[in-house]
């Protein structure tokens, strides 16, 4: 079972930022927060993850509050283009059976124009 | 550098026929995985390889699905039969160490089956 909340879908106007927000009360000390996306007829596509300090790259930014809860995917000029259904996934730091990435519904970015 | 190559992209059977799914992962990857996405829903791991050796198949429906990764490299996937509920994309994915941490798994375009 997958171990994070997301509002099943959200919108946003072409250019603004998109807030994605998900709960993961149940994250524990050895768990990252991945952030995948999955645009229409394609796999997943990696975007980023953290541990517990904020990460920013060239597709996001990723804001992890300090009790590890919730977390928020930010797009800041989001574009047609990043119309996809985006999941939050937690996934344990050592490996073996547990490495695996576990999927909920993730939330279905729509971007407007 | 190159990415999760899978083929084929789509493949239409009849119910009670078989089918096979190939994926080459990317060069030095470990592990190795196959998903199953049902339209609508997330995917669902149904096992993961680590080189050649299996580490989690707890949700391969072994009556008649199959994978093997004999060289520790490329993989199939195969079902026999099938029925009409195994109508699915079907995800192969790699990373690069079964251990240690931050390691990102990279997802192929996916194999997309219709049994009718």
């Known amino acids: 079972d997958a171990k994070t909340t997301q509002p099943p879908s959200m919108d946003c106007a072409e250019g603004r930022a998109a807030n994605l927000p998900c709960n993961h009360s149940?994250?524990?000390?050895?768990?990252?927060v991945y952030w995948y996306r999955q645009i229409h007829s394609q796999g997943p596509q990696y975007i980023i993850h953290g541990l517990k300090n904020n990460e920013t790259n060239e597709m996001a930014s990723l804001i992890i509050t300090e009790d590890r809860k919730s977390s928020t995917l930010i797009l800041p000029h989001a574009t047609l283009r990043d119309t996809a259904v985006y999941y939050c996934i937690v996934r344990p730091l050592v490996g073996g059976s547990n490495y695996k990435l576990t999927f909920g519904k993730g939330t279905l970015l729509t971007v407007n124009p | 550098e190159a990415g999760v190559a899978q083929s084929p992209r789509y493949k239409i059977i009849e119910k009670r026929q078989s089918v096979a799914f190939w994926c080459n992962p990317i060069s030095g990857h470990a592990t190795l995985y196959w998903y199953q996405q049902i339209l609508g829903q997330g995917p669902k791991l149904l096992i993961q390889?680590?080189?050649?050796?299996?580490?989690?198949d707890s949700q391969l429906p072994k009556d008649r699905f199959s994978a093997e990764r004999l060289k520790g490299v490329d993989s199939t996937l195969k079902i026999q039969p099938a029925k009409l509920e195994d109508s699915a994309v079907y995800l192969c994915?790699?990373?690069?160490?079964?251990?240690?941490?931050?390691?990102?798994?990279?997802f192929g375009e996916g194999s997309w089956l219709t049994v009718v």
């Open positions: 149940t994250i524990s000390g050895n768990e990252y």
């Open positions: 994915a790699s990373s690069s160490q079964g251990r240690g941490h931050g390691n990102t798994i990279y």
């Open positions: 390889f680590q080189n050649n050796g299996v580490v989690d």
